[in-house]
RNA sequence: GUGGGUAUAGCUCAGAUGGUUAGAGCGCCAGAUUGUGGCUCUGGAGGCCGUGGGUUCAAGUCCCACUAUCCACCCCA
């Protein structure tokens, strides 16, 4: 007796699917690459260990701490802990071979060595798109990743959801404006304050040494109301004299005009002024979607527009706008919400070739061969086993046909298909058989 | 990094106040006459009760430690 069995099991924090919901993921990966595509994106992978070196190049608190980093030998090397590094090392490097504009996106796994907790991964796929300009960038891209994430929703299937706008620079320039100093603990706070509720969040500014007249005037910027063109006359209103601010209204009226020429309609993004976004290198736009009804479930695609992408590897200056779907987390949030298809098959197979014995396999992988001609996904059923297991192979799969393959459809050269689910069964030529399965 | 919960069959969980051979549902396997699945019925396999120590005549149950895992905070997708 081998007592040296391993138990099998994998790290927390890393998803693993079985078979229905793998194939659903990748329907959604499909849906999403696809519909990157259609935009003119081009495909990039990049290797997912790189040197220490180039991830940790702009160095920092949070990224330090949860990078998965390693020796082999005397290099220093470590897994991406996501795909907007990488891109700008790519950029960096191979600047004199790309051209400009340069529309990527990339889907891929990325690593964060974080405590486990609920819906949060240590691996988990990021599909991001991005715009990188050589030197300059109009801010007309701005406005069409807006319309890139609308497609993207509307192709999932989602009708009922926000993409929420806002830049980064009116905030700044309000901030100016009030002498505040520290904006990214603000900005922090502000990002919050939805979930937090405002009451905390004022102690959290009280905290921070802010006085109530300061607070205040915060707490009345963020809550501007109104449509979007409101929203705008509100800001300008502010008669607020600071360039950035004054450039932050302009980018963001520029923004806004021309997401309506995408046509995303109206119910599908909006100004909000809470939304600031934690990554510190964001810029001028900044992006958060939501789903309408499952505000529970936060943001789903988020990502905003940064001056200079690879300040780190390059003295050129590449501006870049783009924005990332954290695609596991959300497929796990969507399952949770129970938000997925539930009737799906577990297999992509839609014919499972059933030979009666094995003096029938010849004809039946004959079979198969012509129906796979046809694109029909098919299956030959090789364990000799009684009929009755064979055909609940097909069902626990939900394969929707089965062909039997007995003597009497070789002599005959046809073969006797059968519907899984009503049970009809008939005998025909295979075009036939082809026919009815498509 | 800080705080809290949980650990019994492949999975989800029962197993008052310690007491003999540890249970259910689901799943899995096999039968209900030889080329026909799903539904039903019958039977079966499968557990060092997370690991180590302690209390006790007696521990799945109580205590301690360790480990694993989950949840919340921080931060993030």
Do not use: W
């Not at 889907?107 to 819906?119: A, L, N, P």
């Not at 990021?126 to 030197?135: L, S």
């Not at 979607?289 to 590897?313: K, Q």
């Not at 062909?403 to 025909?428: A, F, H, P, W």
């Amino acid at each position: 007796m081998s007592k040296d069995i391993v138990k099998p099991s994998t790290l927390p924090g890393f998803m693993e699917l079985l078979p229905k919901d793998q194939i659903l993921f990748n329907k959604i990966l499909d849906t999403i690459r696809k519909t990157y595509e259609e935009f003119g994106f081009i495909p990039l992978d990049t290797p997912l260990i790189e040197k220490s070196e180039v991830l940790l190049a702009k160095g920092g608190g949070e990224t330090e701490k949860q990078i998965y980093r390693f020796t082999k030998g005397d290099t220093d090397m470590a897994l991406r802990f996501d795909l907007t590094v990488p891109l700008a090392r790519y950029v960096a490097q191979h600047f004199s071979d790309l051209t400009f504009p340069f529309r990527r996106y990339h889907i891929g796994k990325v690593y964060r060595g974080e405590k486990s907790q609920r819906g949060r991964f240590r691996e988990f796929y990021q599909c991001d798109v991005d715009i990188i300009g050589n030197g300059k960038l109009s801010v007309v891209y701005d406005a069409e990743i807006v319309s890139i994430i609308y497609a993207t929703f509307n192709n999932l299937g989602f009708k009922d959801f926000t993409i929420k706008i806002n830049n980064r620079k009116v905030l700044n320039g309000f901030f100016a404006s009030l002498n505040i100093e520290n904006t990214v603990d603000v900005l922090r706070t502000i990002d919050k304050l939805e979930k937090i509720g405002e009451k905390s969040a004022i102690s959290e500014l009280k905290g921070l040494g802010f006085s109530e007249d300061t607070i205040g005037k915060i707490l009345n910027f963020i809550k501007i109301q109104g449509t979007n063109q409101e929203k705008l006359q509100a800001l300008k209103s502010l008669d607020m004299h600071t360039e950035v601010f004054q450039n932050g209204i302009d980018e963001l009226t520029t923004v806004i005009e021309y997401i309506n020429s995408f046509g995303v309609p109206e119910k599908n993004y909006m100004i909000d002024l809470t939304i600031a976004r934690g990554l510190d290198y964001y810029t001028g736009t900044v992006y958060e979607t939501f789903l309408d009804n499952y505000p529970e479930i936060g943001s789903v695609c988020s990502g905003g527009r940064y001056e200079n992408l690879a300040e780190y590897y390059t003295t050129q200056k590449l501006p870049g706008v783009g924005v990332s779907i954290g695609l596991t987390r959300l497929f796990y949030q969507l399952k949770e919400a129970g938000l997925l298809e539930s009737d799906t098959p577990s297999t992509l197979t839609k014919v499972l070739v059933v030979p009666m014995d094995a003096t029938c396999n010849e004809y039946s992988i004959k079979v198969a061969n012509t129906l796979r001609e046809s694109g029909i996904i098919s299956e030959v059923y090789f364990e000799e086993v009684k009929v009755g297991k064979k055909l609940n192979y097909a069902n626990k799969l939900d394969i929707p046909y089965v062909v039997l393959i007995g003597e009497d459809e070789i002599q005959r050269q046809m073969v006797s298909l059968k519907n899984m689910k009503t049970g009809y069964q008939e005998t025909l030529a295979i075009d036939e058989a082809i026919k009815s399965v498509k």
